[in-house]
């Protein structure tokens, strides 16, 4: 399942980060650990929260994914995007759960004038998420 899983994932990234295509992904009880926000967010609505956010943020015309490490059901994913001029270089780190759904999400992002922009940006989506 580990190939379709991530087919799913790649997916979803292609389809323009649509929410319908992510929600299908996600499972109810999903976890997001964010690079910015000390505590892990809980519940299906705060990650889709984030990983919208996030798909506006750092998934511009730059971003593609430079390695792929897959064990079993869990994958780590490394990308590459650039925002304001600033080179970002990240790990997804994904868990599906048995029933094929995303379980755990960990965003990872170095270096640290990376880190400050996506959480300047990250915010900005946010926000405006909440309005």
């Known amino acids: ?3 379709t899983n991530l087919a799913r994932w790649h997916a979803y ?3 323009g980060s649509n929410p319908a295509v992510l929600s299908e992904l996600l499972a109810d009880d999903a976890v997001f650990h964010s690079p910015v ?3 892990p967010q809980v519940g299906k609505a705060i990650v889709m929260a984030y990983l919208v956010a996030a798909s506006h943020t750092l998934g511009n015309e730059s971003f593609h994914y430079v390695r792929e490490l897959v064990d079993g059901e869990e994958m780590m994913l490394e990308f590459v995007t650039e925002m304001d001029g600033i080179t970002v270089n990240g790990v997804d780190i994904i868990r599906f759960n048995e029933d094929g759904k995303i ?3 960990k965003v990872m992002v170095r270096p640290l004038k990376a880190i ?3 959480w300047e940006m990250m915010a ?3 926000e405006k998420a909440k309005a």
Do not use: I, W, Y
Request: no cysteine; net charge negative.
């Open 1 to 3: 399942m580990s190939a």
């Open 13 to 15: 990234m292609e389809s």
């Open 37 to 39: 926000v000390h505590t």
């Open 103 to 105: 379980s755990d999400f």
């Open 116 to 118: 400050n922009k996506v």
């Open 124 to 126: 900005a989506q946010l």
